[in-house]
């Protein structure tokens, strides 16, 4: 019969408990050596702002993505495990502190109901699951091998101890409540049984021996690894839980660095001091889970770059160099990850960004890069020459073009905006659209539905250059923020004060990183603005047709700036059939490998990233595939015909898709 207060001996059956507490000091002093080196590091890196601001979102970030692993849960198999680990191995810690705060400062905490319930059955709950967890870990790292780990001695052996901690710790419980016939002992349940068990086997006096001898076993364990962590990727923890403290916050579009051309002595990183202290602490974060590589557009195709390899790469750079002072020596080049014809291969699609769960930042570090290979060396590849070429030369990237900004505005008689003070917007074609004959179709599609709903707009035609977008993510910063501020100071002559872009990455370069440059536009993508004016029905769906509709999410318009249900909610009228979504869409979305310069390189037809798109569209009973990006209709249009053979599938963007199934507000 249960009597008395519940609770348990601390020490029970333990001697010379003193000297947990003499070996508890090198241990501590050793882990927070290893820590100190770390921090040590990152103190290399350059200032970085805005990344200890909004402390409320922050912790709310942390909470989510650190605590409760949502992003870490994306995954199914590895995220469950990961998260019975992780809470595990958190409770358990807390049990110990409680233990600690009742014996060693004497408050009475570990008594009666909460003993019972959390001190005894949810701790022995947890630790079984953490038990279970690094068994579901082991499995997959040593049976199933899937090749986006990095296989390591170390991560073998971080498992094998995590097992071998918990099991005794089990082992150590159940003994205790075996031997002391603990009244409370059946509120363990996996200790209970473990003892219960071992009585089958060895007598009260053999359990009471082997008690003491793994009591210290487990201690000197436990201790030895907690010093040995911090120098291992086991210190992820914490510096993954840093690193989601000191996220960027902002929209994916808005990562890329400012350069200060009068201040700066190099352009770009080939050093790790040229790095922010972020960049830095990034690559101490890496859990080495392989997600961003898997993630990949280009590496899925088979080329060589490996966003984790890159990570992986600067990691042990640093750790060689720790907080040493001595000369940086250059980074690209030195390893094969850090190849500069792999960091050309980048689509600057941010689906790296978007996979890691300890938010790693991998496109900021790669632009870096090639910033310095091309304003510091000018090495870059020969197409993505030409490109910036061009830009400099005509203020567009394409060499060969036969059009001109204006042509696709023929007959429609639009305004200029010297000529529209009062117009609502601006609408601004984008080279990809404009110069491109195919994408004429799309901006006179736009400019057909804006009079259908009685908007004012104005263009600018020959007035408009570039945004600069192909120049930035190329790596030409300075002829990025060339064109950016002749764009602005044209705008501000108009007085503009908002733009409709029907192309994500002008979108994106107006939306995010003018303002950068003190530009005060409001920015809309046409599926935004559209959306309202169907919303305030100054447009009318009175066609919608037999299509069945795939839409494909352009990344600089779902990943980078979180723009997902905007298209789907103009398309979802314009036919009859429901839409087919693609396996992997919205934040989710597959590149279609025109981004960051790629759409002017010429690319082995089996390492084309439309390719890989274009199988995966066309396995879908889809005739007509929607898009919302000038380089996704080129992009999607070569893949599918590349691909497609007999199957007849239509590439149509948005506002070619709405203006054949839309009126004005007063249809005939």
């Known amino acids: 019969m249960n009597t008395g207060e519940a609770t348990r001996e601390v020490f029970w059956n333990i001697s010379h408990g003193w000297i947990m507490y003499v070996l508890l000091l090198p241990t501590m002093a050793i882990a927070a ?28 970030h942390l909470w989510n993505h650190a605590l409760l692993q949502r992003h870490t849960m994306r995954e199914r198999y590895s995220g469950i495990f990961h998260a019975m680990i992780f809470w595990g191995f958190i409770t358990l ?24 319930y959390f001190q005894s059955f949810f701790v022995d709950l947890l630790g079984l699951l953490a038990l279970i967890g690094v068994a579901m870990a082991g499995f997959r790292r040593w049976k199933t091998k899937p090749v986006k780990l990095v296989y390591s001695d170390e991560a073998s052996w971080i498992l094998i101890l995590a097992a071998v901690i918990l099991a005794t710790g089990f082992f150590l419980e159940g003994w205790r409540i075996v031997v002391t016939a603990d009244p409370w002992g059946t509120w363990s349940p996996v200790g209970y049984a473990t003892g219960f068990l071992s009585a089958k086997f060895f007598s009260l006096d053999t359990l009471t021996a082997l008690h003491r001898w793994c009591w210290w076993f487990h201690l000197i364990l436990v201790f030895g690894f907690l010093a040995w962590a911090p120098f291992t990727k086991m210190l992820h923890p914490l510096t993954s839980a840093l690193n989601i403290y000191a996220a960027n916050l902002q929209p994916a579009g808005a990562s890329l660095k400012t350069v200060d051309f009068e201040k700066a002595e190099n352009f770009g990183v080939n050093r790790l ?18 997600r961003c590589t898997e993630a990949c557009p280009a590496h ?88 910036i070429s061009s830009l400099e030369k005509r203020k567009h990237p394409f060499a060969g073009t036969e059009s001109s900004r204006t042509d696709w505005m023929r007959e429609l008689n639009l305004p200029h905006a010297s000529e529209a003070q009062d117009a609502e917007v601006l609408v601004w ?3 990809g659209t404009s110069l491109v004959k195919r994408n004429q179709k799309s901006i006179r599609s736009l400019a057909e539905l804006l009079k259908k709903a009685g908007v004012k707009f ?24 060339s064109l950016a501020k002749e764009n602005i100071e044209t705008l501000k002559k108009f007085n503009v004060r908002r733009v409709i872009t029907s192309c994500p990455h002008c979108f994106n370069t107006f939306r995010n990183e003018y303002p950068q440059l003190g530009a005060p536009f409001e920015t809309f993508h046409h599926s935004q603005f559209l959306g309202e004016l169907i919303k305030a029905g100054r447009l009318k769906i009175t066609a919608a047709s037999e299509r069945r509709i795939a839409f494909h999410d352009p990344c600089y318009l779902s990943r980078h700036n979180g723009v997902t ?66 380089f996704c209709t080129t992009m999607m249009e070569d893949g599918i015909n590349a691909a497609k053979g007999d199957r007849g599938i239509e590439v149509k963007e948005l506002a070619e898709l709405l203006n054949e199934a839309t009126s004005g507000p007063n249809p005939i």
Not at 458 to 479: H, P, Q, Y
């Open 33 to 60: 050596y290893g820590i100190w080196r770390r921090f040590r590091s990152w103190r290399r890196g350059l200032p970085v702002a805005g990344r200890l601001d909004r402390p409320g979102e922050r912790l709310l």
């Open 93 to 116: 810690t807390i049990a110990t502190t409680v233990v600690m705060l009742d014996h060693d400062f004497g408050l009475p905490i570990m008594r009666g109901r909460f003993y019972l």
């Open 273 to 290: 001091d040229q790095f922010t202290w972020k960049d830095l602490l990034d690559l101490d974060a890496c859990t080495e889970c392989g």
């Open 300 to 387: 899925a195709v088979g080329k060589s770059l490996s966003p984790r390899d890159i990570i992986l790469d600067l990691r042990d750079t640093l750790h060689r160099k720790g907080g040493r002072n001595e000369p940086d020596t250059g980074l690209i080049g030195s390893t094969d990850a850090l190849r500069p014809e792999r960091l050309f291969e980048c689509t600057s699609c941010a689906a790296c960004v978007d996979a890691c769960p300890v938010s790693i930042e991998q496109l900021p570090k790669i632009v870096d890069m090639r910033r310095h290979k091309v304003m510091e060396e000018a090495d870059f590849p020969e197409t993505m020459q030409q490109a």
């Open 429 to 431: 074609a984008g080279c």
């Open 458 to 481: 104005a263009v600018l035609g020959r007035d408009e250059k570039c945004s600069g977008d192909v120049a930035r993510r190329i790596g030409n910063e300075f002829l990025f923020e």
């Open 565 to 630: 249900e905007e298209p789907r909610a103009l398309l979802q009228n314009t036919s009859r059939n429901s839409m087919r979504e693609l396996p992997r869409n919205r934040r989710n979305s597959f590149c279609c490998g025109g981004g960051g310069g790629m759409s002017f390189v010429d690319e082995p037809p089996d390492k084309r990233v439309n390719r890989e798109r274009a199988e995966e569209i066309l396995a879908t009973d889809a005739d007509t595939l929607a898009v919302g990006c000038p």
